[in-house]
């Protein structure tokens, strides 16, 4: 069989996914202007947010059941090859500074390691067997969560990682652009984001990446809220780990007490520069290693701990 002809399989699978759709509409588009071409692709990513809106009660499920995982110590793991994979750990790496997680709280695992990051690893995407080493080498337990990321739903690590999940006990997240995925069925929770066809034909990294974004901004922001990292809409566990969060840190201290500048300062020095424990002795009227205790006894979240000052204060 000649090498033409063992790739027809591969382009008849291609040929049926909306992610890469040619658009006849778009032939030309080489010849337009620069600020019309701005403007297509513009309009382009405007239909996004619509497409994330569709799902967003399977969204919302994915979210309730991993916050459930992560509250019995269990870790969110994505992994995806190629840009989906990037994204993840994207996603992971913004974690810690954040909202204060361990680097293995949040884990993004790419087909191929640390130089897919930057480089094009080749057959790592196409390889089951590497997703399940991936995974294994992380000790997986019941209480994990995996995200398989993969714009057209079909790549093999992404699947083979969700596949070797589920046989575990984890909790199993696929997240694509195409209906009917195989991805999407391999996990109990499957995320669909239908973008259509791009700009560029099979250029995944425009509206599906876009989609892929977002959706994963919601997983792990979201998740975070239902743990008790954030106080209203405030970071209350961002790390302060230079100057500029540093400075964040008392501006969100300032923005959930009023406090002046004074308190804030004794308060932060009392706590070991912890946010949350700093609001805690103001707004709860309670010494450093008090709030610590009551932040212990709740969780980490900050409002029933005040509660709990507020009623034995």
């Given at each position: 069989?000649?090498?033409?002809?063992?790739?027809?399989?591969?382009?008849?699978?291609?040929?049926?996914?909306?992610?890469e759709?040619?658009?006849?509409d778009?032939?030309?588009?080489?010849?337009?202007?620069?600020?019309?071409?701005?403007?297509?692709?513009?309009?382009?990513?405007?239909?996004v947010?619509?497409?994330?809106?569709s799902?967003?009660?399977?969204?919302?499920?994915?979210?309730?059941?991993?916050?459930?995982?992560?509250?019995?110590?269990?870790?969110?793991?994505?992994?995806?090859?190629?840009?989906?994979?990037?994204l993840?750990?994207?996603?992971?790496?913004?974690?810690?500074?954040?909202?204060?997680?361990?680097?293995?709280?949040?884990?993004g695992?790419?087909?191929?390691g640390?130089?897919?990051?930057?480089?094009?690893?080749?057959?790592?995407?196409d390889?089951?067997q590497?997703?399940?080493?991936d995974?294994?080498?992380?000790?997986?337990?019941?209480?994990?969560?995996?995200?398989?990321?993969?714009?057209?739903?079909?790549?093999?690590?992404?699947?083979?990682?969700?596949?070797?999940?589920?046989a575990?006990?984890?909790?199993?997240?696929?997240?694509?652009?195409?209906?009917?995925?195989?991805?999407?069925?391999?996990?109990?929770h499957?995320?669909?984001?239908?973008?259509?066809?791009?700009?560029?034909?099979?250029s995944?990294?425009?509206?599906?990446?876009?989609?892929?974004?977002?959706?994963?901004?919601?997983?792990?922001?979201?998740?975070?809220?239902?743990?008790?990292?954030?106080?209203?809409?405030?970071?209350?566990?961002?790390?302060?780990?230079?100057?500029?969060?540093?400075?964040?840190?008392?501006r969100?201290?300032?923005l959930?007490?009023?406090?002046?500048?004074?308190?804030?300062?004794?308060a932060?020095?009392?706590?070991?520069?912890?946010?949350?424990?700093?609001?805690?002795?103001?707004?709860?009227?309670?010494?450093?290693?008090?709030?610590?205790?009551?932040?212990?006894?709740?969780?980490?979240?900050?409002?029933?701990?005040?509660?709990?000052?507020?009623?034995?204060?």
């Amino acid at each position: 069989m000649t090498p033409a002809a063992d790739h027809v399989p591969l382009r008849a699978q291609l040929d049926t996914l909306t992610t890469e759709a040619f658009r006849s509409d778009l032939a030309d588009i080489d010849r337009l202007p620069t600020l019309e071409i701005a403007k297509i692709m513009n309009g382009e990513d405007a239909t996004v947010p619509t497409a994330v809106a569709s799902r967003l009660p399977q969204i919302a499920a994915a979210i309730d059941a991993t916050a459930a995982r992560m509250s019995r110590g269990g870790r969110l793991i994505y992994a995806g090859a190629g840009t989906a994979g990037r994204l993840g750990v994207l996603d992971a790496s913004e974690c810690p500074p954040t909202f204060n997680t361990a680097p293995t709280e949040v884990v993004g695992l790419i087909a191929g390691g640390q130089p897919a990051m930057v480089t094009s690893v080749e057959g790592a995407e196409d390889s089951k067997q590497l997703a399940t080493e991936d995974l294994d080498a992380l000790v997986l337990t019941e209480a994990d969560t995996v995200v398989g990321i993969s714009a057209s739903g079909r790549t093999p690590y992404a699947i083979g990682a969700v596949e070797h999940a589920r046989a575990r006990g984890a909790l199993t997240i696929g997240l694509s652009c195409n209906a009917d995925s195989a991805l999407g069925a391999a996990a109990e929770h499957g995320i669909e984001i239908v973008v259509g066809p791009e700009l560029l034909t099979g250029s995944t990294r425009l509206k599906a990446g876009t989609a892929q974004k977002l959706v994963l901004n919601m997983l792990s922001t979201i998740t975070m809220i239902r743990l008790g990292k954030t106080y209203g809409n405030l970071m209350v566990d961002v790390r302060s780990s230079n100057e500029k969060l540093r400075a964040r840190s008392r501006r969100i201290v300032s923005l959930a007490t009023g406090a002046s500048d004074e308190e804030i300062e004794a308060a932060l020095t009392a706590t070991d520069g912890q946010v949350k424990n700093a609001i805690l002795t103001i707004l709860g009227g309670v010494d450093g290693p008090t709030a610590s205790a009551l932040l212990t006894d709740s969780h980490g979240h900050l409002r029933a701990a005040l509660d709990t000052a507020r009623k034995t204060g």
